[in-house]
């Protein structure tokens, strides 16, 4: 039977793919911060679902990733939906600097757990839920794109290390727009998509062990004018929200 751990599950696209894999039969491991959210999935199907208290800013972090593994039995898939976003144009250092322990220093901790248990165990399929803000520096959110475009490099980094080693570890990049999740909860975003619609493409591209993609086909046609902007044009630009989100 098939098993997944996904760290960041109990709200907004992580919930999503969880709900999801468990419909489609999977043995899943959830971890979060939040006790009662943990049970309150593990109980929508109890014998489906293993859960473990984590916070990946945390060095203890990895030791709970393992206990988790532990109880699920091993695992097959390992799907990283932790994640924070903020717009900070007056550049409040505390801010920036917890962006980057989450999303920097968090996520490698949590992506090196996955890589080394696959190495060890041979193999497995790493999924991270990034976003297309890696693409080009956000002025509004400078901590937020430069962690993105730094997951974006560590995934292909990695990517080039498996196979360098001739490991069975494969990867998938996943890059959403805007999503309705709690952390969108003020202001007006452009093609804001459902959370439960961005989680099935999610689920689809793992399946299919996608190399990189972006959700949706709207966001990979705005991505893709985004890479041909010059540098000296997109400074100039006035891009303009109120939060960022994975």
Do not use: C
């Amino acid at each position: 039977m098939r098993k997944a751990v996904i760290v960041g599950a109990t709200s907004g696209i992580g919930k999503e793919v969880a709900l999801l894999l468990i419909r489609e039969g999977w043995q899943l491991g959830i971890a979060a911060r939040r006790e009662e959210e943990l049970k309150a999935l593990q109980a929508t199907a109890p014998t489906q679902i293993e859960w473990q208290v984590l916070d990946v800013t945390r060095e203890d972090a990895v030791d709970h990733l393992h206990t988790l593994i532990g109880k699920l039995g091993g695992m097959d898939l390992y799907v990283h939906s932790s994640g924070v976003g903020y717009q900070n144009p007056n550049l409040e250092a505390d801010i920036e600097l917890r962006t980057l322990q989450t999303n920097g220093e968090g996520f490698t901790r949590m992506i090196v757990a996955a890589f080394q248990y696959f190495k060890e165990h041979g193999g497995g399929h790493i999924g991270a839920i990034s976003s297309i803000a890696g693409t080009k520096g956000l002025g509004l959110a400078p901590a937020y794109s430069a962690t993105k475009r730094f997951q974006n490099t560590y995934i292909d980094a990695l990517d080039q290390l498996s196979r360098m080693e001739k490991l069975n570890i494969r990867f998938t990049d996943i890059r959403p727009g805007f999503v309705a999740t709690p952390l969108l909860k003020e202001g007006h975003y452009p093609m804001q998509m459902r959370t439960g619609k961005v989680a099935a493409s999610i689920v689809k591209a793992l399946q299919k062990r996608k190399r990189v993609v972006v959700i949706d086909w709207r966001y990979a046609i705005l991505v893709f004018f985004w890479r041909m902007i010059p540098r000296w044009i997109w400074v100039r630009m006035p891009i303009k929200t109120h939060e960022i989100t994975t």
